[in-house]
C-alpha cells in the first residue's frame, strides 16, 4: 500500500510540464565601438558604462529562459546585458554590426544549427538557428531581423525597394517552416519583422500557407513608448502553437521615459510569451 501511494505521489511531478519563458529583445546598435567608428552611423551614440549596467538590470527583470537578440554587435556586447555566469551567448556569423542571436539560460542545452543565410541577402541579417533540447523532445528556434522599411505597405503592391527585399525573404522563411513541418519539429520564428501583421497581411499569409501559424501578438498593440503596432513578433508553429501559456504575452517596458532614453536603452522593449513544454 505504501508503495502504491508512492508511486501516486510521483504521477503529478512526471506528468508536470516543463514551463520556459521566451522573449525577443532589438537593443538598438547594441555596440562597444567608439563614436566615430566607420562601421556605425553617424547618428548613432554608444553607450556609456552605466547604460549597460541599466540594461543588464532589465535583463534581470526580464528572467526569460531564452532571448532571441537583435541589432547586437557580437557576443561581447551581449555579454555585457546577460552575464556568461547566467547565460550561454550564440551570435550569427555575419561580418556585421546588427548581428542577431541568442541568451540562452545556463542549465538549458541546445544545438547550433547553421545561419539562415538566404535572409542577408545584399547585407542584410542571417537569422540563428538553435534546437533546444527539452527534458522530453526539442524545440527549433529561428531568430530573425527582417529588412526595414516596410513595416505597413502592401506587400504584392508596393514599389518600395525595401519591400521587394522584405518580399524576398519570404521564401526562405517558407523553407524553413517547410523542413520543420516535415521533420515534425515544434518551431518558433521570433525577433524583429519590421512589420505590422494585423488584419489581412500578405506576409503572414505567405508563411501561415505552408502550415498554421499561431502568432501571440496578435490582436495586440504594445505599450513600449506608448501604444503602437507590434512589429517584433513570436510565431508558433507545430505542436508548440499548443505549448503557447493563453495571456502570457508581456511587454517588460523601462521606467526611464523621454526621447533620450531610446538611445540609451533601446527603440524596442522586450516581449516575451511563456510555453508549457512536455515534461
Not at 85 to 100: G, K
Not at 125 to 144: F, H, N, P
Request: glycine fraction near 6%; charged fraction near 25%; include cysteine.
Amino acid at each position: 500500500m505504501r508503495l502504491i501511494l508512492a508511486l501516486l505521489l510521483l504521477l503529478p511531478a512526471c506528468a508536470q510540464a516543463e514551463q520556459l519563458k521566451i522573449a525577443t529583445w532589438n537593443l538598438n546598435w547594441l555596440t562597444m565601438r567608439a563614436a566615430g567608428d566607420r562601421h556605425l552611423p553617424a547618428d548613432v551614440t554608444p553607450r556609456q558604462p552605466q547604460d549597460f549596467d541599466r540594461l543588464r538590470a532589465y535583463a534581470q527583470t526580464l528572467n526569460a529562459d531564452v532571448i532571441a537578440i537583435e541589432e547586437v554587435d557580437g557576443r561581447n556586447a551581449a555579454a555585457l546585458v546577460f552575464p556568461p555566469e547566467q547565460y550561454s551567448i550564440h551570435m550569427t556569423h555575419d561580418h556585421v554590426v546588427q548581428r542577431v542571436g541568442f541568451a540562452v539560460r545556463r542549465g538549458l542545452h541546445y544545438e547550433v544549427n547553421p545561419d539562415v543565410t538566404a535572409l542577408s541577402e545584399g547585407h542584410l541579417r542571417s537569422g540563428a538557428d538553435i534546437t533546444l533540447q527539452l527534458t522530453e523532445g526539442r524545440l527549433r528556434l529561428l531568430a530573425v531581423h527582417l529588412k526595414e522599411g516596410c513595416q505597413f505597405d502592401p506587400l504584392d503592391r508596393s514599389r518600395r525597394t525595401s519591400c521587394a527585399v522584405l518580399r524576398e525573404q519570404v521564401h526562405p522563411l517558407q523553407q524553413w517552416i517547410a523542413a520543420r513541418q516535415a521533420e515534425g519539429m515544434p518551431f518558433l520564428i521570433l525577433g524583429d519583422f519590421n512589420r505590422e501583421m494585423d488584419g489581412k497581411d500578405k506576409f503572414l499569409a505567405a508563411l501561415d500557407t505552408v502550415t498554421p501559424l499561431t502568432r501571440v501578438t496578435e490582436g495586440r498593440s504594445s505599450p513600449c513608448w506608448g501604444r503602437e503596432a507590434f512589429i517584433d513578433h513570436i510565431l508558433a508553429g507545430g505542436a508548440a502553437r499548443t505549448w503557447v501559456e493563453p495571456d502570457s504575452l508581456r511587454v517588460l517596458k523601462y521606467r526611464e521615459t523621454g526621447p533620450g532614453w531610446k538611445e540609451r536603452l533601446s527603440d524596442h522593449c522586450p516581449v516575451s510569451v511563456r510555453l508549457d513544454t512536455p515534461g
